[in-house]
């Protein structure tokens, strides 16, 4: 009960007087002290109407372009492994994405097949080389061409 | 909230950016009457929505409906990221130049409507108050400003401010005597 009110005390309970969050005792004291006092009673009247300013406070525009920019600086969002691998096979499943796999796949083909041709040329040189070395081994080697030099050194010698 | 809004962030999660434009859309204009309410500048309450929206996407995964209205943790989120701003302005300020051009700024705004031959209209008694508003300390403002233009309940501003409920309708009380004794003077 608040008997025997000062304006400090009125003034500590102007919101739940004005909400009528007051038990009725106490609400009769403070009415009893707004009959006695100017000031508390000029005080309530301008609480008063304060709120009932606050109720209709002018709402501002934004500017138009505000909610753009606001979306246009949000940055992607960071997704979860699943949703990365998913959003990895959507992609592949897309025509451009077909289209490139598909190009890439023929010029791998095609540099595949040139080291293919390379490799035969390769071994087809390795081959006539060595068929070539033993050519001249079996020349060298033959009994008519050795008695042909001794016979070609000796004539040499005389001479 | 509904069903359709909690779609809605339920698709912003999934990184759906055509979701997440219209929830900025439809939330923008409180956020921006927000932060204008809190600073008085047009142009601080436009960088200052974009800043709120940006972090209420940072930190979207962290918001469970079970837990309250989504409206409430956006403001939550909001007042956080205006006192955050106002810290770093205070900070700046004290480095480049003393607090007394915030005052003198305030007392620019309350100058003019000071001739008493006006014939105030709602819009330049709304200034007025909106001045002596920005006069309050940082705590009496921000409830005030949730409750008697925002009209939070008493409950949503503990959620938004986390303090007692006892403290919450004392800073009410104060705010309100203080402002109603300043524009007293005024008139």
Known sequence: MLNNLKCTDFEENLSDYI???????????????????????????????LMAIGRNFPV?????????RIVANTPPPRL???????????SLAEPRTALAIFTAVIVMG?????????????????????????????????????????????????? | MGTTDAELL??????????WDMVVRQNHQRIYN??????????????????????????LHTYNPELGAFETWMMRVSRNCIIDHYRKLK???????????????????????????????????????HAALLRLSGDLREVLILRDLEGFAYEEIVEIVRVPIGTVKSRINRGRVEMAKMLKKEF
């Not at chain 1, 979860?80 to 959507?90: E, G, I, M, T």
């Not at chain 2, 339920?10 to 979701?19: E, V």
């Not at chain 2, 204008?36 to 940006?54: S, V």
Request: aromatic share 8%.
């Open chain 1, 110 to 159: 095609w540099i595949g097949g040139g080291s293919v041709r390379g490799a035969v040329m390769d071994r087809a040189e390795s081959a006539v080389s060595c068929a070539y070395d033993h050519a001249i081994r079996t020349y060298y080697r033959s009994p008519v061409i050795i008695e042909l030099h001794s016979r070609f050194d000796q004539l040499m010698e005389n001479s």
């Open chain 1, 19 to 49: 909400e009528h969050s007051l038990a009725a005792d106490d609400r009769a004291a403070l009415e009893l002290h707004l009959h006695v006092c100017p000031s508390c009673t000029e005080l309530i009247s301008g609480m008063k109407q």
């Open chain 2, 10 to 19: 339920a698709r912003c999660r999934n990184g759906d950016h055509s979701a």
């Open chain 2, 34 to 59: 927000l932060a204008y309410r809190y600073n008085g500048r047009f142009d601080e309450a436009e960088d200052l929505t974009q800043e709120i929206f940006l972090k209420v996407y940072r930190t």
């Open chain 1, 80 to 90: 979860s492994l699943r949703q990365r691998l998913a959003a990895f096979a959507q």
């Open chain 2, 91 to 129: 900070t700046e300020r004290r480095q480049t130049d003393s607090l007394e051009g915030e005052h003198e700024q305030v007392a620019e705004v309350g100058k003019r409507f000071s001739n008493p031959a006006d014939v105030l209209d709602h819009r330049e008694l709304s200034e007025r108050v």
């Open chain 1, 60 to 68: 501002h525009t934004p500017p138009a372009w505000l909610a753009t």
